[in-house]
């Protein structure tokens, strides 16, 4: 009966967190209300032949849509703004090694629909970093960069349906990022860490595929992170924590380590309860 009862709890846990979840998914879902709508590449006559003639040129709430092709730009963004790719597959946005591909100052901005590539190779390089909150980052290609997104004092954003791959990490979460959602998520062949959390607490990382990575996902000095239905797998290690308290933990799967933990508290692990226990073999 008891261990019955502990899967209820279990099960009633995480049918509230997938709720509030998708509360956090309706609140992104409002749109900001411009018809403003500029257009990059393409035939039309009058559309910009670069992203960041368009960005500097649009106001706040505006739509930018981007045709397929190659932009070899780094772009900064210190507007609200929609903008979409034609087709994340040919529309390119190369980095040129150097320096972020896309550096997000402003909130409320959502990016989709691209391929991101080949940002510089210092540990403050990404493919997309974001330094503000309320940005929606869905349905892109990242690839080639120090990190692929790397979020840096940023909350309240949402990060769902890209494929992080070839990067040296996938998703970083860093000083002090907070309230956000990692979802749907295809992540691997990068470096050293599919999904790495330092300072950074009560984010949501749900439903994604974390697997073929050096490592799959690290936690250092953040508590009360949600890892709910993910699959790690083909990893070294799956999951290390360090420092951190309150992680919920649903679904470990194939690595070679599953889970080294150090000065931490973990509860709520699907199927089995484990707390303060070092090294965990996977099946």
């Known amino acids: 009966m008891k261990h019955i009862s502990s899967l209820i709890i279990i099960s009633l846990l995480l049918s509230s ?42 106001e706040d709430g505006d739509t930018i849509f981007v045709y397929i092709g190659t932009y070899s730009e780094n772009l900064i963004i210190e507007k609200s703004l929609n903008i979409y790719g034609e087709n994340r597959n ?27 590539q080949n940002s510089g190779s210092n540990s403050s390089d990404s493919g997309i970093e974001l330094r503000s909150s309320y940005n929606i980052i869905i349905d892109n290609i990242i690839k080639s960069s120090d990190s692929g997104i790397r979020l840096n004092n940023a909350n309240h954003n949402m990060i769902i349906n890209n494929n992080l791959s070839e990067n040296d990490f996938g998703l970083r979460f860093l000083n002090n990022s907070q309230s956000n959602i990692a979802l749907n998520n295809s992540i691997n062949l990068n470096k ?43 990893n070294w290690y799956g999951i290390e924590i360090l420092s951190s308290n309150e992680i919920t933990i649903q679904l470990l799967s194939r690595n070679h380590y599953c889970l080294t933990c150090s000065t ?18 996977c099946p």
Do not use: H
């Open 90 to 116: 040919n529309t390119i946005i190369d980095g040129r090694s150097s320096s972020d591909v896309i550096y997000v100052l402003s909130s409320n901005v959502k990016i989709s629909g691209f391929n991101i």
């Open 264 to 281: 931490f508290e973990l509860y709520m692990v699907f199927p089995e309860i484990i707390s303060r226990k070092l090294w965990f073999l």
């Open 192 to 234: 050293f860490w599919g999904v790495r959390l330092e300072d950074s607490e009560v984010n949501n990382i749900s439903n994604n595929n974390i697997f073929n990575n050096g490592n799959g996902l690290f936690i250092k000095n953040s508590d009360k992170n949600n890892l709910l239905n993910n699959i790690i797998s083909d």
């Open 17 to 58: 967190s997938f709720i509030g979840l998708s509360n956090k998914i309706d609140q992104f879902s409002i749109n900001n209300g411009s018809n403003n709508v500029l257009y990059v590449g393409g035939e039309g006559p009058g559309n910009y032949s670069k992203i960041q003639d368009a960005i500097n040129d649009s």
